[in-house]
């Protein structure tokens, strides 16, 4: 396998340490700049995963709380926004499989749909979005965890092996299985079309 | 030429950019030759386009979604009382008189030494916060150096009793304090007090992380913040000496100030990086 470029050990810049001790002491105006920072990432994360701005606005709030409640015990030893990016995976997916999926992925056999202002291609587009979200929120957790952080924070390989403090190899036999499930339970909808085949 | 089977299996690899040069030329020359594969490695792709094409997020404004956020989050604990305006001293008077009713109530066990594995610890906590906010200013720095500095004779009792949870507390809790009163201790009334402070300070951080490391297994993140603590000290006490009036340096040649500097208080540098809010 491939060796990735060994990331340079993040220790966290000493103001976010600053605001994450004082955070966890209970100063909310030091929470209020660690959330200054990183509502954007969170909220990003969940509109990815959930695909509606108040929804995802709401997540992010549960995100943060629970980010509030477990200060206390956070280690420096594992950068912050990698322990953010974890939290924030493992709330959206939770969020994601209590709601109903809307579109039966068995009504749904279009390919992908390239961007577009078409009312109708816009709105096969969402139908699949949100498909490829279902089909996500139904894997095993392990496989769920590990691709949500790909596909919902846009992690790389490495960090997402840092964010779940597992190996290199792990994070690609992980993702190897999550998207072979996917493929499986997304069927034709990962079919590329004539115009991709190209590719 | 690689077999079918291992093909499939590092497909998703491949198509990720994960592999290897060498394990990528394998790939492609397996796939050059192979119609199945190439038509698996378009479908990876385009499952790859589908996950990454999912949209960010439009453009959220962060003050109601904070204030939103404050309205439900838990209330903890404060350290440090900030101001209650006029209300301050009935604040104040209500939380003594709340402490008296508990210290009647049978809670005098809450001794000022009371560590952090003790039941009452949290009054003691509630203590020092009145007795710092009732304090008169030019008192301030002193109450605050004797809690950093019970702060760190709690965090060496944890290391030694083998809690290092409640030893990261208390060594927060130090770094806080110290966060506090740094403003004071770099212009300090009695500079030389000051520094003797500080070192005590620092002399304690080293018997805390004595503590630490005699448990064989030493607690890193005990470590960690320790050697945060000890940075801060250094940067106060850093900062405070650069504050002094500075030597004119031409070439090798030192030139003392001429005069004394008309100001009495060091002005802030304006290129201090560390300002602090």
Redesign the interface.
Known sequence: ????KELPSTEGD?EE??LI??S?????EA??QL??RY??LV??V????L?E?AL??DV??DV??KV??AL??Y???KPFKHWLHRVAANTVTDSLRRRRPVVSLDGLEQ??VS?GSDPQDVAARHD??RA??HAIASLPQHYRDT?AL???G?LS?DEIARALDIPLGTV?SR??GA??L??ER?GD????SEE??T? | MLSHATTR?WL??YA?G????D??RRIDGHIAGCATCAGEL??????N??????????P?A?AP??L???A???Q?????MPGFGRYRRLGMAFAVAAIGVLAAGGTALAAPSALPDNPFYPVKQLEEGVRLALAPTNERLTIQLQLASERLREAQAMAANHKP?LAE?SL??F??IV?DAAAALKNPADPKKAKEALHALHLKLDAVERENANRGDDD??VK??IA?AN?ELDRIEREDADAAPPVLVIGEQATPQPTPRPTPRPTPRPSDKDHRD
């Open positions: 396998m491939g060796q990735q000493a340490r600053r001790d004082r966890a002491a209970g100063d909310q929470f209020r959330v200054l509502h954007r909220i990003n969940a509109f990815r995963a695909g701005l995802a606005e992010a709030q943060f709380i509030y409640k206390p015990t280690r420096h030893d390919p992908v961007a699949l979005q490829v979200r691709i790909q596909a919902f846009e390989y690609m993702l190897n998207k072979r996917l493929r997304l909808l990962v079919s590329p991709t085949n590719a | 299996d998703i690899p990720d994960m592999l290897a040069v394990e990528r378009r479908e990876v792709r385009e499952l386009l589908l996950l990454v094409t999912l949209p960010p997020a439009p959220v962060f979604f904070w939103n956020l404050q439900v989050l838990p903890r604990r404060l350290l440090r949870l507390n927060r809790d770094r806080v966060d890193q993140d960690q913040l945060a940075v």
